[in-house]
C-alpha cells in the first residue's frame, strides 16, 4: 500500500510539472480551447437539425424547402467545425510544439552546467533517450492528451444534460456501462505506467549500444568483431521489442475492451429506445437524435484509455527529465569575479575522484610565474591530465590548494576561470563541421587571416589548401576525415584562437613526428612568448625548454627543476632522457641503413 501511495503522489507531481509548462503557453492553449467548445456546440446541434427534419417526414410535413434549409444548415455547421477546428490545432498543438522547444532547449541549457562527472556515470544512451522519447512523450502529454481531455469532459457533460433533457429514463439505462470503464481505466493506468518505464529503459539501453558500435567501428572491422557485435545488438534489438509488445499486449486489449463496452450503450439503446418509439413514448426524430448523441458519448469513453496512456507516459518521461534539470552541478561558481594574473600556484593538493577510493594525487605543489613555462612528464597514469582538469575546475579541487593569481579558484567564477585557458586535451575531438569552422570553434568572428595564420604556426596551413575545399574541408564525426597529427595540430589552432591567458597541451604534439614537432614548438614559442604556458608530455624533447620541469609518477611530483638540473640529478628524469636519446639514434641508424642498402 505504502508503494502505491508513493507511485501516486509521484504520478501527481510529475502531472503538476507537465500542467505548470502548459499554463506557460495559456494565452494560446484557452483561445484553442475555445475554438474547440465552439466546434463542439456546432456538433451538438447537428443532431437537433437531423431530428426535425427526420419528424417532418414522418409526420408528413416536409417539404423541399424545408429539407433544402435543413441540407444548407448542416453543411454550415460542418463549414464552422472545420474553420474552427483548423484553429484550435494551430493553436494548440502549436503550443505543445513550442512546450516540446523550450524543454529541450532547457535539458540541453542544463547538461551544459553539469559537470564531467555527470558524463562519467550517465550513459549517453540515456541522455538521448531522454532527448527524444521523453521529450516526445511530454509533448504529446500536454497536446493532444490535453485536448482530448478537455474535448471529452465538455462534450460527455453537454452531451448527457441534452439527453437527459430529452429522456432521463432512456439516459441512465444507456449510461449503466459507464462505471464499468471508469473503472477499468483505473486497473489498467498503473499498469501502463509501469511497461512504458520498461520501455524507456530497453531503448535507452538499445540507443547506447548502437552509438557505441557506430562511434567505434573501425574498431570492430579491424578486429573482424562484427558477428559478435552483431548478436549483442540484436539482444538488446529484441529486447526492447519484447517490452514494446509487452505494453502494446496491455493496449491492445484495454482500447478494444473501451470500445466494447461503449457499443453495450448503443446495444441498450436499440433494444429499450426501438420500444419507446413503438409505443410512441418519444418520436422517430428523437431516436435518431438521441443514437447520434449516445454516438458522440463513445469517443469521450474511448479517449478516457489514450488520455491516461498519454498522461502516463508523460508523467513518467517528465519525472525522468526533472531528475536531470533538478541535478545541482557538482561545480558552482564562486563569489569572486575580478579578473586574475595568470599565474598558477598548486599548494598540497590531495585529490580521489568522486565515488573512487584510489587517490589520484598526492601532496602535490608548485608554482608557475606569469608567462613562464611548466612541463610536466611522467609515466601513463601519474596523475598529469588530472592535475590540470584540477586547475581548470573541471573537477573540484580541495579548497585552498589551487590558486590563480593568488585566488583560490574555489572562490572563482567558473566562466572568468576557463576564460583564461585555451586547452588541447589529450583525446583530440573535433566537431564535424568544417576545418575553418573547428579552428573557430570559440571565437565565430576571427579573420580568415588570423585562422591561417594559427594553422602556419602549427605547421598545417599547407596541407589544409592541398585539400580540395581548403579550409572549409569537413572534417567527419570526431574529425575521422584527417589523420592524427592533423588532428593534434588543429585542435592547438583552435586552443590558440581564443588568445588565452594560460595555454594548457596535454600531450599534444604526440601524432607527429620529431621533426615537426621541433618545428611546431619554434613557432609556438615565438608566439606564446608572453603566455602562461602548461605542457604535458611523454617525450622529453617536448618539454627540456620549459622554465620548471615537474616530473611526476604514482600521484606525486617526485623531481622538479630546469632540463639541465633534472640531468644532473642522475633520476627518474635522466634515465628517461638516456632511453629517449638512445630510442631516437637507434630510429635514425635504422633509417640510414635503409637509405645505403637501397642506393646499393
Known amino acids: 500500500m505504502r508503494g502505491n501511495r508513493g507511485r501516486q503522489k509521484l504520478d501527481r507531481s510529475s502531472l503538476a510539472l507537465l500542467l505548470r509548462r502548459l499554463l506557460k503557453h495559456k494565452k494560446a492553449v484557452s483561445l484553442g480551447l475555445v475554438a474547440l467548445v465552439i466546434v463542439d456546440v456546432m456538433q451538438l446541434i447537428v443532431p437537433q437539425v437531423f431530428q426535425r427534419a427526420i419528424d417532418s417526414l414522418a409526420s408528413g410535413m416536409a417539404t423541399r424547402s424545408l429539407l433544402l434549409e ?5 453543411l454550415a455547421l460542418y463549414l464552422i467545425m472545420g474553420i474552427f477546428r483548423f484553429f484550435w490545432r494551430y493553436m494548440v498543438i502549436g503550443s505543445s510544439h513550442r512546450i516540446d522547444r523550450d524543454l529541450r532547449q532547457e535539458l540541453y541549457d542544463h547538461l551544459q552546467t553539469l559537470s564531467p562527472q555527470y558524463y562519467d556515470q550517465t550513459k549517453v544512451g540515456d541522455i538521448m533517450a531522454h532527448a527524444t522519447n521523453d521529450i516526445n512523450a511530454v ?17 460527455s457533460l453537454s452531451t448527457v444534460i441534452i439527453m437527459i433533457a430529452m429522456n432521463w429514463k432512456l439516459t441512465l439505462l444507456s449510461m449503466l456501462p459507464l462505471p464499468v470503464i471508469a473503472f ?63 505494453l502494446a499486449r496491455i493496449w491492445g486489449f484495454f482500447q478494444p475492451l473501451i470500445g466494447a463496452l461503449a457499443m453495450t450503450s448503443m446495444a441498450i439503446l436499440l433494444g429499450a429506445g426501438g420500444a419507446m418509439v413503438v409505443k410512441g413514448t418519444i418520436t422517430l426524430g428523437e431516436f435518431v437524435a438521441f443514437s447520434s448523441y449516445l454516438g458522440m458519448l463513445t469517443w469521450p469513453m474511448m479517449a478516457i484509455g489514450w488520455v491516461v496512456n498519454l498522461w502516463q507516459r508523460g508523467a513518467a518521461s517528465m519525472d525522468r527529465l526533472q531528475r536531470i534539470l533538478t541535478t545541482a552541478p557538482d561545480i558552482s561558481d564562486g563569489p569572486e569575479d575580478g579578473e586574475p594574473v595568470p599565474a598558477v600556484e598548486v599548494r598540497g593538493l590531495d585529490f580521489t575522484y568522486p565515488g573512487t577510493e584510489v587517490q589520484v594525487l598526492r601532496d602535490v605543489s ?30 573540484d579541487p580541495p579548497e585552498g590548494t589551487v590558486f590563480l593569481g593568488g585566488k583560490d579558484i574555489r572562490r572563482m567564477k567558473l566562466a572568468r576561470i576557463r576564460s583564461m585557458f585555451g586547452y588541447v586535451p589529450q583525446e583530440t575531438f573535433l ?15 576571427i579573420p ?25 574541408t569537413m572534417v567527419g564525426e570526431r574529425g575521422v576525415t584527417l589523420s592524427g597529427g592533423q588532428k593534434q595540430r588543429v585542435a592547438i589552432a583552435r586552443a590558440l584562437a581564443v588568445r588565452p591567458d594560460i595555454l594548457v597541451l596535454d ?8 621533426e615537426t614537432e621541433a618545428a611546431i614548438l619554434d613557432r609556438l614559442r615565438q608566439d606564446i612568448s608572453k603566455l602562461t604556458s602548461i605542457i604535458i608530455a611523454h617525450r622529453i624533447s617536448t618539454i627540456q625548454g620549459a622554465d620548471h620541469i615537474a616530473v611526476m609518477d604514482d600521484g606525486r611530483i617526485v623531481e622538479s627543476g630546469t632540463h639541465d638540473q633534472l640531468l644532473k640529478n642522475n633520476g627518474f628524469y635522466a634515465d628517461l632522457y638516456r632511453m629517449q636519446q638512445l630510442e631516437e639514434e637507434a630510429m635514425k641508424d635504422d633509417a640510414s641503413g635503409e637509405k645505403e642498402g637501397g642506393q646499393e
Do not use: W
Open 448 to 472: 580568415r587571416e588570423e585562422l591561417e595564420r594559427l594553422a602556419s604556426i602549427v605547421d598545417i596551413d599547407r596541407e589544409i589548401r592541398n585539400f580540395p575545399d581548403g579550409y572549409d
Open 139 to 155: 509533448r504529446m502529454a500536454v497536446g493532444m492528451a490535453t485536448i482530448a481531455a478537455f474535448d471529452a469532459i465538455f462534450l
Open 366 to 395: 608548485f608554482s608557475l610565474r606569469q608567462g613562464g613555462t611548466l612541463g610536466i612528464v611522467g609515466r601513463t597514469g601519474s596523475g598529469k591530465t588530472t592535475l590540470v582538469e584540477l586547475l581548470m575546475r573541471l573537477y
Open 507 to 514: 600531450d599534444a604534439l604526440s601524432s607527429v613526428d620529431t
Open 431 to 445: 566537431f564535424a563541421m568544417s576545418i575553418a569552422d573547428n579552428i573557430a570553434f570559440a571565437d565565430r568572428d
Open 70 to 74: 435543413m441540407g444548407i444548415a448542416v
Open 184 to 246: 477499468m481505466m483505473l486497473k489498467f493506468g498503473k499498469l501502463i505506467h509501469r511497461r512504458f518505464e520498461s520501455v524507456q529503459k530497453a531503448f535507452s539501453t538499445l540507443t547506447e549500444k548502437a552509438q557505441e558500435s557506430l562511434s567505434g567501428v573501425r574498431v570492430i572491422k579491424a578486429y573482424g568483431d562484427e558477428e559478435s557485435e552483431d548478436t549483442y545488438f540484436s539482444e538488446k534489438a529484441e529486447d526492447c521489442a519484447r517490452q514494446n509488445i509487452r
